[in-house]
């Protein structure tokens, strides 16, 4: 019998620094990340390149099959993903029944079986977040934390990181497009954003990066001591 790979469920509202949680503790740990948030934006922007419409269901489960069909985790830091428009169609495609169907079995496929990290050595588990991961894809995975922080905050964060990336947009505006998203993710019908009743819950309004991962850190080394 095989051990199942050890795995990192995290989930979050949008700036939370969930991803940049991710990404340190697959890094201290040499666990494969998928950042699942990147699938829905993909498809979104697929759907608009192809001069779809997001919210036409057909249209967008379509392209989320393809998606699942021909993943190239490549193409998924194509910073065209990264902006406002990419992160609000994003969870209007997220919310199409189909669409998240479609993206099941990559993402419960990349849990089970994470491909070598980029120095080709094989990873020794797996880290996912999103939305829905410790309470639909990777329900049974032994560490899960739930990342959340206050709206004007993380709003402050997006603003920036959007700033940076050249996008000329208003704070107000990239305040209510947050608002916006957080009740579509809460709000539609299947996997809602919600907290599990065994996650971990970090609130990042007030807390450096450093000390969510030296927190992280010490709830994985419980749940998983041999790490
Ligand atoms: O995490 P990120 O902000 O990139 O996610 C973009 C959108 O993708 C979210 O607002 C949400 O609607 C959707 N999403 C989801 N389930 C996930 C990951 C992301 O519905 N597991």
Do not use: W
């Not at 249209?59 to 910073?79: F, R």
């Not at 491909?115 to 329900?139: E, H, Q, V, Y």
Request: proline letters at 5%.
């Amino acid at each position: 019998m095989t051990t199942p790979t050890p795995i990192i469920a995290i989930d979050g509202t949008a700036a939370s620094g969930k991803g940049t949680l991710a990404r340190r503790l697959a890094d201290a740990l040499g666990f494969a990340y998928l950042d699942t948030g990147t699938l829905y934006r993909k498809v979104a922007v697929d759907v608009l390149a192809a001069g779809g419409d997001p919210a036409d269901e057909a249209t967008a489960i379509q392209a989320a099959q393809n998606l699942q069909k021909n993943l190239d985790l490549q193409s998924l830091k194509d910073p065209a993903i990264r902006t406002a428009q990419a992160g609000k169609y994003a969870s209007v495609v997220a919310a199409i029944t189909g669409v998240r169907t479609a993206l099941i079995d990559l993402q419960r496929g990349f849990a089970a079986h994470p491909p070598a990290l980029a120095d080709g050595s094989p990873a020794k588990g797996a880290i996912l977040d999103g939305r829905d991961i410790t309470t639909f894809i990777c329900p049974d995975a032994p560490v899960k934390f739930y990342v959340d922080a206050a709206v004007d905050t993380r709003a402050a964060r997006r603003h920036k990181e959007l700033r940076g990336n050249g996008e000329a947009i208003e704070f107000e505006q990239v305040l209510d497009d947050m608002k916006i998203r957080d009740a579509r993710d809460m709000g539609r019908k299947d996997a809602p954003m919600m907290i599990a009743p065994d996650a971990i819950v970090i609130d990042t309004t007030t807390m450096g990066v450093e000390a969510v991962v030296a927190l992280a850190m010490e709830h994985v080394r419980k749940a998983l001591p041999d790490r």
